[in-house]
């Protein structure tokens, strides 16, 4: 079993910036790719970012260059630095982890509860 907590979420303004935290406990030899998804009101889950056990990262093409995802596989988290956020980047954001290597493809894996991101004037 892998428990996955994310922290760093919060409310700011257009343009500013979070970052959000996530750590892994339990199984967590069981990890390869982690990664974060988000979930609007009325809207569908999404992946946001993931990066793979070698460090390997993808983005959604919303992300355009304002986030940054990494990990430290020491310590058994991964991090997502958001810059130039947008009042469209407002949602729950959940820390996955699971098997696959690859983004994407461990919906079935392991979940966080969701840390809130707010962004509004």
């Known amino acids: 079993q892998v428990q996955l907590l994310e922290t760093g979420g919060g409310s700011v303004q257009p343009g500013g910036s979070l970052r959000l935290s996530c750590a892994a406990s339990?199984?967590?030899?069981?990890?390869?790719?982690m990664g974060w998804y988000r979930q609007a009101p009325g809207k569908e889950r999404e992946l946001v970012a993931g990066?793979?056990?070698?460090?390997?990262?993808d983005y959604a093409a919303f992300v355009e260059g304002r986030f940054t995802i990494s990990r430290d596989n020491a310590k058994n988290m991964v991090y997502l630095q958001m810059n130039s956020l947008k009042p469209e980047d407002t949602a729950v954001y959940y820390c996955?982890?699971?098997?696959?290597?690859?983004?994407?493809?461990?919906?079935?894996?392991?979940w966080g509860q969701g840390t809130q991101v707010t962004v509004s004037s």
């Open positions: 996955n982890a699971g098997f696959a290597d690859y983004a994407g493809a461990n919906e079935s894996g392991f």
């Open positions: 339990g199984k967590t030899f069981t990890i390869n790719a």
């Open positions: 990066i793979s056990s070698g460090g390997r990262a």
